[in-house]
């Protein structure tokens, strides 16, 4: 189960990830309502775990957010305000469960696997196509205008996410935690290393580059016919 807790508290949001892992599940963390919201956007999650008072952005927003933009993953708020209209105002907001604060670490782990289970998981997309660039995950292959590219992994996984977020721009951090898995910045230049060997494996001779650099931000994967 792939679950993103957002939660501003340090110590409680390690004490949650640590409980997630140590069930077998695989926790992201987020530690304001922006970043939460971001992350939430852009991966395919389980279940969500948002407190529900965070900084920069509050969880029941984020919740009304992902809803407005069609997004229906299981969302579980975490709360100090658990009078019945507080949980009412949770659940209208578009969350799946609510619970108040202090609870249980077993209870909230049930909460959210029922919830993942409740779920029906739509057939997974295998394949992504942007212009004459193709990726397919089940195979393993690229193909650019019919043709083979070979790709490394740690490239494949790049082009994948890339291409999975078409049309948006993708942050570095956004790269470094879904295609490094790094929670920190290693103030390297490991991106630029590798956007520029895909670039040249994918953008290389072709009339329409793909891969585009959006200064200050981040990079963004169109077509731009």
């Given at each position: 189960?792939?679950?993103?807790?957002?939660?501003?508290?340090?110590?409680?949001?390690?004490?949650?990830?640590?409980?997630?892992?140590?069930?077998?599940?695989?926790?992201?963390?987020?530690?304001?309502?922006?970043?939460?919201?971001?992350?939430?956007?852009?991966?395919?999650?389980?279940?969500?775990?948002?407190?529900?008072?965070?900084?920069?952005?509050?969880?029941?927003?984020?919740?009304?957010?992902?809803r407005e933009q069609g997004k229906q993953t299981p969302a579980?708020?975490?709360?100090?305000?658990?009078?019945?209209?507080?949980?009412?105002?949770?659940?209208?907001?578009?969350?799946?469960?609510?619970?108040?604060?202090?609870?249980?670490?077993?209870?909230?782990?049930?909460?959210?696997?029922?919830?993942?289970?409740?779920?029906?998981?739509?057939?997974?997309?295998?394949?992504?196509?942007?212009?004459?660039?193709?990726?397919?995950?089940?195979?393993?292959?690229?193909?650019?205008?019919?043709?083979?590219?070979?790709?490394?992994?740690?490239?494949?996984?790049?082009?994948?996410?890339?291409?999975?977020?078409?049309?948006?721009?993708?942050?570095r951090t956004m790269l470094l935690e879904k295609v490094w898995d790094y929670h920190f910045?290693?103030?390297?230049?490991?991106?630029?290393?590798?956007?520029?060997?895909?670039?040249?494996?994918?953008?290389?001779?072709?009339?329409?580059?793909?891969?585009?650099?959006?200064?200050?931000?981040?990079?963004?994967?169109?077509?731009?016919?």
């Amino acid at each position: 189960m792939k679950v993103l807790i957002i939660e501003d508290d340090v110590e409680a949001a390690a004490f949650i990830v640590k409980g997630f892992r140590e069930a077998g599940h695989a926790p992201s963390y987020a530690a304001d309502g922006e970043t939460g919201l971001e992350y939430a956007m852009s991966d395919d999650f389980d279940v969500l775990v948002v407190d529900r008072m965070l900084p920069k952005r509050d969880g029941l927003s984020i919740i009304a957010a992902l809803r407005e933009q069609g997004k229906q993953t299981p969302a579980l708020i975490l709360s100090a305000l658990g009078e019945v209209d507080d949980r009412v105002a949770g659940l209208r907001a578009g969350s799946d469960d609510y619970l108040p604060k202090p609870y249980a670490f077993s209870e909230l782990l049930a909460r959210a696997e029922v919830l993942a289970r409740r779920t029906t998981p739509g057939e997974a997309q295998t394949t992504y196509h942007v212009g004459d660039l193709e990726l397919d995950r089940l195979s393993h292959t690229v193909k650019r205008a019919g043709e083979d590219i070979p790709l490394q992994p740690r490239e494949f996984r790049l082009l994948e996410f890339l291409m999975k977020n078409a049309g948006q721009v993708v942050t570095r951090t956004m790269l470094l935690e879904k295609v490094w898995d790094y929670h920190f910045d290693p103030q390297t230049n490991v991106i630029d290393v590798h956007i520029s060997r895909l670039r040249s494996k994918i953008d290389k001779g072709q009339d329409k580059p793909l891969i585009q650099t959006v200064r200050g931000a981040g990079y963004v994967l169109r077509d731009t016919a």
